[in-house]
């Protein structure tokens, strides 16, 4: 008999996962020292995201599997327009979306029953969001997953959802790393959303708040952490060159590419790291805005064997840091 977890519809939603369905263009190799605040931010692909291609087999209404990939950026679980409309689901009053620039109204409408696994969800409010932009049948957000302890698997391209003795593996892959959390996991607290900010997270000794999105390649800080670093360790942030960052919902955003000194996760060190810099609107939808954040994303989670969202006890742990086997920003700005 599947489990029935019933949702109450949101109407403040996030969605800040910055993946794109097509990709920009190859970025020309221009080795400026400092950006031309003249010249147009480098676009840059933002695709074959290693998590937010970590699928789930769902069925709506009794019908598909379809095909819902893994966001933790997302508060609410939205679904693409074409299913939407081949699925002729109810529709609701628009719903406010917050992506990575501004909040936008877009349509939603009503899943009665969705299944994932051995799991029910009832009475869902989902924002419709363009297939093209989100590159699937829908994204899996933290109404669903936040009830859950979700662990992805990096080498295996797998992930599970736990819950009360029931486990759902999704990515083709069997996740046979055992089930007990490290003592060493990191302590959060839980944003507006449902997101896990995480406690212990330094940059270049800048203590700072910092949350998992799977549906972004690149991670990114905020202005206040950068200005923050400044006051440290001038020569690490310098800006190498400006960027073009792209969002579910079709926004565009300039930021600045420079690297950090260190990264610590935890007691995880990642060493000298690229970053983006940029003030996203998600960052003040979750009040973060005005102190040093960080949207940590595919590239530095895949610094890592295994990475546990234990969303019921509030807790985050990296397990088993690795060589930099993820392809970074810098890699993706060279071509």
């Known amino acids: 008999m599947p489990r029935d977890h019933s949702a109450t519809p949101d109407r403040r939603i996030i969605l800040c996962g910055l993946t794109a369905a097509a990709a920009f263009g190859r970025a020309p190799d221009t080795r400026a020292q400092t950006p031309d605040p003249t010249a147009d931010p480098t676009p840059i692909p933002l695709l074959a995201n290693l998590f937010t291609r970590v699928g789930a087999a769902v069925t709506i209404n009794d019908q598909g599997p379809w095909t819902f990939v893994i966001d933790t950026g997302a508060g609410s679980t939205s679904i693409a327009d074409t299913l939407a409309a081949r699925l002729r689901l109810q529709p609701l009053s628009p719903l406010t979306v917050h992506g990575i620039t501004t909040a936008t109204r877009t349509e939603s409408v009503r899943v009665d029953q969705m299944q994932l696994g051995g799991l029910t969800f009832r009475d869902l409010r989902c924002p419709v969001l363009s297939r093209d932009q989100i590159g699937a049948d829908g994204l899996l957000g933290l109404d669903v997953l936040g009830r859950f302890r979700l662990g992805f698997d990096v080498q295996r391209r ?10 759902i593996l999704m990515g083709g892959a069997d996740m046979s790393t055992g089930s007990r959390l490290r003592d060493d996991s990191v ?15 330094i940059v270049d000794g800048v203590p700072t708040a910092a949350f998992i999105d799977s549906g972004a390649q690149y991670s990114i800080g905020n202005e206040a952490l950068r200005r923050a670093i400044l006051t440290r360790r001038v020569e690490s942030v310098r800006p190498d060159r400006q960027v073009l960052l792209y969002g579910v919902t079709g926004q565009s ?19 000298a790291t690229p970053l983006l810099f940029a003030d996203l609107h998600c960052f003040r939808t979750l009040d973060l805005a005005d102190r040093p954040a960080l949207l940590i994303g595919a590239d530095l989670l895949g610094r890592f064997r295994r990475v546990t969202l234990d969303f019921p006890n509030n807790t985050v742990a990296f397990e088993g840091l690795r060589r930099q086997t993820t392809r970074t920003v810098e890699d993706a700005l060279r071509g």
């Open 253 to 271: 955003l300039s930021a600045d590419l420079a690297r950090v000194g260190e990264i610590r996760l935890g007691r995880a060190r990642l060493g």
């Open 187 to 201: 302590r959060s607290t839980r944003g507006r959303f449902g997101q896990l900010l995480l406690t212990q997270t």
């Open 158 to 167: 797998a992930a599970s959802l736990s819950v009360q003795g029931v486990r």
